[in-house]
């Protein structure tokens, strides 16, 4: 076949690989790929189901999509947790949609189109984790995606993922870093994976640290960050490989979800609020220039107001770099799904908010110390609207966390510049170049 092909990718940075690895088998039976879906023959929807509003998100992009069979649209392919989880009730009610993938099913997609082309829905959603494909990277040049692992084993007692993507399951170490290889000159290489500190546990070991030092020694990755790295699983081999591998970016995702012991028990979630702020206070003395991220949940079921409170002022004794804060979703076949005390979602909003404006607080007075100081920030192209150059530096991962803009003669999109801040917001920082070249 020789059909033009679009894709929507939706969710997460895993699921975009996910995407990615569709898009490599695309490329690989010689298909051209298109941007406008008003040209597009076949479209791609890869779809996201941890939450209700993202099943609903992705319910709604085929609908869409489907308005384009008034034009070139032929097929419909909806990849991605969706199926994976609920292909039961998705095929027969989404007859907008001619073929069904799961999660790891690109290598499906060829076999299944020629099926839907014969005049058949087919549901081709697999088991099980196939073997990494070739992808075809959606992101700038300069930084790239490694899923190092797919599943989870934790069981939250709010979280979906485990009977949507299975058993945590690692890739294999050299498989990984053939991919790594494969991704050309990379400046940051971003390791996803629902728990990356569990990397090799499934087979008995943990292996994340000599993973670390693999991708390490290859000559063309530039700097390494660790996104989605669970409090109890970041040891002090871990810590040494952060502080003492310059490669490694001085950066931590680490997911707390909440600071109140009684509720991160009911979340199932392994550790408390001084082990949390000790691990904390660990990392800064062995890494002082560390920048932790966390995610929180606010409105879990029985949470209370003295609860938030101990949240909120968790908050302001951890100073933590960056934060991202959510509502509590009630999803089905989770046991947090059945627990008494549901919050009012108005009552969830409100914490949301109060969460959100005690963190940027925090974040506003550090980055306000940046002014008159000197950083090195990586280009990721032009702002249009603030006309000016915008990137990042280390304690900014792409699209969760805030930027840099600033002006200069000229910047390239991937390059390195030292910029000399001059101002910040709650979430930016704003400076001008202080060296005419790259760094």
């Not at 009911?266 to 932790?292: H, N, T």
Request: charged letters at 30%; a neutral charge.
């Amino acid at each position: 076949m020789n059909k033009v092909f679009g894709m929507i990718s939706l969710g997460c940075d895993k699921n975009r690989v996910d995407g990615e690895r569709i898009l490599g088998e695309i490329r690989a039976h010689g298909c051209p790929i298109t941007d406008d879906l008003g040209e597009a023959q076949v479209l791609v929807v890869n779809t996201c189901a941890f939450l209700n509003a993202a099943r609903r998100e992705a319910i709604e992009t085929v609908l869409e999509g489907n308005g384009y069979r008034t034009g070139k649209l032929e097929k419909i392919v909806v990849a991605g947790c969706l199926p994976q989880k609920f292909i039961g009730e998705l095929f027969p009610a989404l007859t907008e949609a001619d073929v069904f993938l799961g999660i790891s099913d690109a290598g499906e997609l060829f076999p299944a189109l020629e099926r839907a082309y014969a005049g058949e829905r087919v549901n081709a959603v697999g088991r099980g984790n196939a073997p990494l494909q070739t992808r075809l990277v959606s992101t700038p040049a300069h930084y790239k995606y490694l899923k190092i692992a797919e599943g989870c084993s934790n069981h939250c007692t709010y979280c979906l993922i485990p009977k949507i993507r299975g058993k945590y399951f690692s890739y294999p170490m050299e498989e990984l870093a053939e991919e790594a290889r494969s991704l050309g000159q990379t400046e940051e290489l971003i390791l996803v994976a629902q728990d990356v500190t569990r990397y090799g546990e499934d087979g008995g070991e943990n292996l994340f640290v000599p993973l670390l030092r693999k991708l390490s020694a290859l000559e063309n990755i530039k700097q390494i960050r660790l996104l989605y790295c669970y409090p109890e699983k970041i040891t002090d081999e871990l810590i040494s490989e952060v502080r003492d591998n310059p490669k490694i970016l001085k950066y931590l995702d680490i997911p707390l979800q909440h600071a109140d012991d009684d509720i991160l028990k009911r979340m199932g979630r392994k550790g408390s609020r001084r082990e949390y702020l000790g691990l904390i206070a660990k990392l800064r003395k062995e890494i002082p220039q560390i920048a932790i991220r966390s995610t929180f949940i606010a409105g879990f079921p029985g949470e209370t107001e003295e609860q938030h409170k101990n949240l909120l002022s968790f908050l302001g004794e951890a100073k933590l770099t960056n934060c991202g804060f959510f509502a509590y979703s009630r999803e089905p076949e989770t046991p947090a799904f059945r627990m008494a005390g549901q919050v009012h979602p108005s009552t969830k909003k409100r914490r949301v908010k109060e969460l959100y404006a005690a963190q940027e607080k925090i974040s506003a007075a550090r980055l306000r110390g940046f002014a008159g100081q000197t950083v090195e920030v990586l280009c990721d192209g032009i702002d249009y609207e603030k006309g000016c150059f915008v990137g990042r530096t280390y304690f900014q991962a792409p699209e969760i966390d805030g930027c840099v803009f600033f002006t200069a003669e000229k910047a390239e999109e991937g390059k390195r510049y030292a910029v000399r801040i001059d101002r910040a917001d709650a979430y930016d920082l704003y400076g001008s170049s202080a060296e005419k070249g790259e760094l």
